[in-house]
């Protein structure tokens, strides 16, 4: 065997190892059984020979795990391939022929495999090595000649260290940087060629993002880029061009996609730190598709919004630690997840449409793309310079105040926010840039007010689009279209029955004067919600908080301590949901119908 035994424990004689009452002989693991007045009996407790000779530590930045590395050789002298078993696994002894396959037997009797568990640490002790192995991207700070210094994590190792190992599975291992870039200049220039590649609105958040994403660590990401167009308008094709700062990605071979499971898609986002998450194609086809695609995006970007992760327990009831997402999401998709403005409002949506990318520029850019990821390690080591020497968080605290309040805009108190950490990005890249000579001072101001400028814009669409997508305002939208269609209907509080032999279509709704709305809240809720739902858009909120928010933005009347108000209907008084008639006008940009355009009668 490869690995021999501390002298002290056990004895090595010819080819056999001893560990008493354990030995390796003849390329088995044996169990010495003792006889009384006479040699110990040797039982064979397998048909190959097996010694640990790594203990690896995986450090994912959450929940290290142990595994073993083991080396194994078959009775007959056959070399096992090298496997590697996680810890919590190894005592169960059934990775012999899951990973050996049906050559390694391990025989039968109900201790055997205990015995051969405990054979194999004992024939092991003294021939194992401990490493460490982290599982993630990003910052990690670590110890080296007695101070803590910042490195940075890729599938190609740490920039700052020679020495770290990192291990990210396949689908990840595309994350890799150059520890040592070469010509920065001319990789962060074909960077810059970038924004050329379409229009601003588009490549200015993208570009911003990826060099955002890398200040994770220093300031949190607590909004995600979204990139939304129809089908064959190279979404895919130029963010992919875009991530090439980080390693080889192309519209193939992209992070992820909307079709993972949730669970999939959180682990990823808390193994992907400090770089840019991509999830490619949400396009959902149906009904159903619809369903599970929106609560995938609300889990997710919710918890890049909150950056909070799930709480879980373990199997002892005890708390594992959460596992929040700690880089930046960007999805594309064909459209956006509906109905849903406060996941709206956390993101920062960027609309693509047919002919807005340079089929020729991206081309370039796609050849250019090898550049890239010497351009990010330029940047992420000059990073690594102040991370360590100055307080970096306190400086990007200070600066995105100062761009939040210059870029309020009418609208969601979010908005702002999403433009200033794109534009620390934007920032620190182009300052990176004017540094080492890739642009001039004047060549970089004249790209920042640009830039500004784009972000601006977007920030200003983003709000209309948030408030359009208000809960109250979908619920206004969806009662008038009700009316409209016949489903439900409203009655004059003068007349509030049925005319005799005037049947109504669909459903009584409430009732109706030259003031306002007074609606059943129960029924009304339950038929907007079907509504959508029969549309494949769940409604986003509840009925109490719907009623809720109708009242606090000022488009109904409430009582003290309810979101109703009692009202007489004819001779009676009822509990219903008193809508503002020309505050909900003003909403919708006309009356709310109070009567079906099917019966043919008058609004």
């Known amino acids: 065997m490869t690995t021999s035994p501390t002298p002290t424990t ?3 004689i010819g080819g056999t190892v001893r560990v008493p009452p354990y030995r390796i002989q003849d390329n088995q693991l044996c169990y010495e059984r003792p006889v009384n007045g006479g040699l110990p009996s040797v039982t064979p407790l397998c048909n190959f020979a097996a010694t640990i000779t790594e203990e690896v530590v995986l450090d994912d930045g959450a929940e290290p795990t142990n595994a073993f590395v083991i080396e194994g050789r078959l009775k007959n002298g056959e ?3 090298k496997i590697r078993v996680p810890s919590r696994d190894f005592p169960l002894m ?3 022929i899951r990973q050996w396959g049906a050559r390694a037997i391990v025989n039968a009797g109900q201790t055997t495999r205990d015995r051969l568990r405990e054979a194999i640490q004992r024939c092991s002790n003294g021939g194992i090595r401990s490493r460490r192995v982290f599982a993630h991207t990003g910052w990690r700070w670590l110890d080296h000649q007695g101070r803590r210094r910042p490195v940075y994590l890729t599938a190609g190792g740490a920039i700052g260290r020679d020495d770290v190992e990192v291990e990210l599975s396949l689908e990840l291992s595309r994350y890799r940087l150059p520890r040592e870039p070469q010509n920065v200049v001319e990789a962060m220039r074909a960077s810059l060629a970038l924004l050329r590649v379409a229009p601003l609105s588009i490549t200015v958040p993208a570009w911003a993002a990826m060099f955002r994403a890398p200040l994770a660590e220093a300031k949190p990401v607590d909004h995600s880029l979204w990139i939304e167009g129809a089908s064959g308008v190279l979404k895919s094709s130029l963010i992919a061009v875009f991530l090439s700062h980080f390693g080889p990605f192309d519209h193939l071979h992209l992070p992820d996609s ?4 949730a669970n999939a898609l959180e682990n990823r986002a808390f193994l992907l730190k400090d770089v840019p998450f991509v999830i490619d194609d949400y396009a959902p086809k149906h009904a159903l598709d619809a369903r599970d695609f929106e609560a995938k995006a609300s889990r997710l970007l919710r918890a890049q919004g909150n950056l909070a992760g799930r709480g879980r327990l373990k199997s002892d009831s005890s708390e594992r630690p959460s596992r929040p997402p700690r880089g930046m999401i960007v999805s594309t998709g064909e459209q ?5 403005s406060s996941i709206l409002a956390r993101m920062y949506l960027v609309k693509m449409h047919k002919d807005d990318v340079d089929r020729r520029a991206l081309s370039a850019a796609q050849r250019a793309a090898r550049l890239l990821p010497h351009a990010m390690s330029g940047y992420i080591g000059r990073l690594r310079a102040f991370m360590y020497a100055s307080d970096l968080p306190a400086q990007l605290d200070d600066r995105f105040r ?3 309040e ?5 609208g969601h108190l979010r908005i702002p926010e999403t433009i200033a950490h794109l534009w620390l990005g934007l920032d620190e890249g182009l300052t990176y840039a004017e540094t080492i000579g890739a642009c001039t001072a004047r060549e970089a101001e004249m790209l920042r007010s640009e830039a500004w400028a784009a972000l601006m814009a977007g920030g200003a669409a983003q709000a209309l689009l948030v408030r359009d997508e208000r809960p109250t305002l979908r619920f206004l939208r969806g009662l008038a279209t009700l009316i409209t269609q016949g489903h439900v209907f409203l009655l004059s509080k003068d007349e509030p029955t049925e005319p005799t032999g005037q049947r109504q279509l669909g459903e009584l709704a409430g009732w109706f004067d030259a003031a306002g709305h007074y609606l059943l809240p129960e029924a009304a809720y339950t038929a907007v919600s079907r509504f959508y739902r029969d549309g494949g858009e769940p409604f986003p909120v509840d009925q109490r908080r719907l009623c ?12 003290d301590g309810r979101h109703v108000k009692m009202t007489r209907v004819g001779s009676e008084t009822k509990r219903l949901l008193s809508l503002r008639g020309e505050a909900v006008e003003r909403a919708l940009g006309e009356p709310l119908p109070v009567v079906s355009s099917v019966t043919g009668n008058d609004v």
Do not use: F, I, M, N
């Open 79 to 81: 070399v096992l391939p």
């Open 548 to 559: 809720r928010e109708l009242c606090d933005e000022g488009l109904a009347d409430h009582e």
């Open 406 to 410: 210059r870029a309020a805009v009418d």
């Open 258 to 261: 909307w079709t993972s499971t």
């Open 10 to 12: 056990a004895k090595k």
């Open 94 to 96: 059934q990775w012999p």
């Open 336 to 340: 956006h997840p509906a109905g849903q």
């Open 402 to 404: 100062e761009v939040r």
